[in-house]
């Protein structure tokens, strides 16, 4: 299998004004036996959550890259990778400082393992066919502008898994900030009149054109009318 991928995440306005650093954080992981990559999303009233966030990405992709499987051990695994950073933040103090979400797939020859906490969206598209797509939605929390975290006490209850088949080759995980403009909602579906031309673009180009772009893309002052949030998209295509 032959995979390409690119990702950006980019400072919301609102972290700029108040001189706090981008809170999202990605990482993508590529191994002859498949790919794995992950985002998160710190909260923005953590003090830390830019840690958690990035602690959290890299502590699963490489527990994740060690033997990318789409199976039932691949679940305990990624259980297994957050129980870690869990274990590693609260050394340092409480874990409410280290909020985050996640958004993660695990994709090789068989199909793909979608795993998520909280917001964010993920979705996976037949690139043969737009109308072909599977969802992995945002879980929102109890009050407005609230979420879950792999740092609340009753996290395994909110990480859900989705099971993909191989037909859907591309996927895009967002963070919430990049989904208010990148995706459709009620429901929520790909736009073909911005995830369309982005993907064309990026499997065009090499990586370096394809990463600046897509960081223009997502600096581009119409995105700031939308979101004062950060930003990030990560494009991953098994061609």
């Known amino acids: 299998m032959s995979t390409r991928f690119l990702g950006s995440a980019i400072t919301g306005t609102s ?29 923005g009233s953590a003090v830390h959550s830019h840690i958690g966030s990035r602690l959290l990405v890299d502590t699963v992709c490489q527990a994740l890259a060690q033997t990318i ?13 957050i129980s870690q950073v869990r274990d590693e933040v609260s050394k340092q103090g409480p874990l409410s400082d280290y909020h985050a979400t996640l958004c993660g797939i695990v994709t090789n020859n068989n199909g793909s393992l979608v795993f998520h906490i909280g917001d964010g969206l ?19 929390g109890e009050f407005a502008e609230t979420t879950y975290f792999f740092t609340l006490p ?26 208010s403009f990148s995706a459709l909602t009620n429901p929520y579906r790909p736009t073909e009149n ?24 997502l600096k581009d002052p119409r995105t700031d009318v939308i979101t004062s949030d950060d930003k990030t998209l990560v494009w991953l295509f098994n061609e």
């Open 15 to 43: 972290h700029l004004s108040k001189d706090i650093p981008c809170q999202d954080a990605w990482q993508v992981t590529k191994k002859s036996s498949g790919v794995v990559a992950c985002l998160s999303d710190g909260a």
């Open 69 to 81: 499987s789409t199976d039932e051990n691949t679940l305990s695994r990624i259980e297994g990778a």
């Open 154 to 179: 009753d996290w395994q209850s909110h990480l859900r898994y989705i099971c993909a088949p191989e037909r859907y080759k591309l996927w895009f995980l967002m963070s919430d900030g990049a989904a």
């Open 194 to 217: 911005f995830l369309l031309p982005v993907h064309q673009y990026l499997k065009s180009v090499d990586s370096m054109t394809g990463e600046q772009a897509l960081a223009n893309t």
């Open 122 to 140: 993920i979705i996976g598209v037949n690139p043969d066919d737009w109308s072909d797509f599977v969802v992995s939605e945002p879980e929102n």
